[in-house]
């Protein structure tokens, strides 16, 4: 199973206490695939989908999604492979300088 962890900014977005304030939430998805994975975390957590992706089923531009340490390159071909032990993490992206 893939793990999938939420930053801590992204508390505000699930329904469900996140536990103690300023930690990551961590879940699990069977799933192969990046988008069947964020699927069964938007079933879990429906408010987030509307963060994390926009009206056409892109990453918003203000969401930064790492695979196994690697930023995805393509935010609207969400259709890449997982392996069993991926880690999934989606943080809220920053910018500046």
């Known amino acids: 199973m893939a793990k ?5 900014a ?3 977005w699930l329904q ?3 536990g103690a304030q300023g ?3 961590t879940t699990v998805a069977q799933a192969a695939h990046l988008d069947a994975a964020l699927e069964e975390l938007f079933a879990r ?3 987030l989908r509307s963060y994390v992706l926009d009206e056409h089923g ?3 531009h203000h969401v930064a999604i790492f695979v196994d340490g690697t ?6 071909r969400l259709h890449q492979p997982l392996a069993v032990d991926s880690e999934v993490y989606v943080m809220q992206a920053l910018s500046g300088g």
């Open 16 to 18: 469900e206490p996140a």
């Open 10 to 12: 992204l508390a505000r």
């Open 71 to 76: 930023a995805i390159g393509d935010k609207r």
């Open 45 to 47: 957590y429906p408010r």
């Open 4 to 8: 999938i962890v939420l930053a801590p």
């Open 23 to 25: 930690t990551e939430t």
């Open 58 to 60: 892109a990453v918003r």
